[in-house]
């Protein structure tokens, strides 16, 4: 998988692709990563990228020229990559859509800044605009590292299957309380049931420990879950039944 990020300043994300995993992932050649500074496909004599929006208002837009060089040079070279502008307008980012994007060959991040990117760039290149979440930031730069980190653990061989398969939202729950050594801490200790060696009791704690604290805090999901899932449902029901009964 090929992911672009186009940015005015790349320099942000060098650190944090270079960080272990990431790093690994492109040496073992799962991942590619390339950074765009869209700067450098500015048509003006000064690199300028923005000006002030038609009908007035606070702020800058970022320009339309830069992003029609970048996709006209990809179009020539034959790449067809699915483009994300990444906006507080996009529609909101869960994990169902990042299992979603880790199907694709190639995509490019459109990393927003000022009061936006020129509508046109948006009608004429971007496949889909994703939110990460309904509050504003000074730039795309941020977002984009989420969805990118967040693709990026899913593709094959990054991480173990073991390792993700009890990430929050894999499963439509969050994540269970972990625990490592000591097993004692002053009065804190670890529950009994871990160091049991009880696989399937180990199994059913962590499950509804999971579902306790996606009830907590995210209702909203456990309803989500309850509605779709027979086989979740059954298992509410059956530890209800052996609570009460």
Not at 49 to 58: E, F
Not at 175 to 193: D, N
Not at 221 to 240: V, Y
Request: with cysteine.
């Amino acid at each position: 998988m090929k992911i672009s990020i186009l940015t005015l300043f790349p320099e942000l994300f060098d650190l944090y692709l270079s960080q272990t995993i990431l790093k690994r992932a492109v040496e073992n050649n799962y991942l590619e990563f390339e950074l765009i500074n869209i700067r450098d496909y500015s048509t003006n004599t000064y690199h300028q990228v923005d000006d002030t929006p038609y009908g007035g208002g606070a702020g800058m837009l970022l320009k339309p020229e830069p992003f029609f060089k970048y996709f006209f040079e990809q179009k020539e070279k034959g790449r067809k990559p699915y483009v994300i502008f990444v906006s507080p307008q996009g529609k909101a980012l869960n994990q169902e859509k990042i299992n979603e994007l880790k199907e694709k060959e190639d995509i490019v991040l459109i990393s927003g800044r000022y009061e936006g990117l020129d509508q046109r760039v948006i009608d004429r290149y971007v496949d889909e605009e994703i939110s990460i979440g309904d509050f504003v930031l000074t730039s795309g730069d941020l977002p984009a590292l989420c969805i990118l980190d967040s693709i990026a653990r899913q593709v094959d061989g990054v991480i173990t299957e073991e390792s993700y398969k009890t990430d929050s939202f894999f499963n439509g729950l969050l994540g269970f309380p972990q625990y490592t050594k000591p097993s004692k801490l002053g009065r804190h200790e670890v529950p009994a049931v871990l160091l049991s060696g009880n696989h399937k009791e180990i199994e059913n704690y962590r499950f509804i420990e999971s579902v306790k604290k996606t009830i907590k805090n995210r209702p909203d999901l456990i309803a989500k879950k309850l509605q779709e899932d027979d086989e979740f449902r059954k298992m509410i029901e059956d530890l209800l039944w052996k609570k009460f009964w």
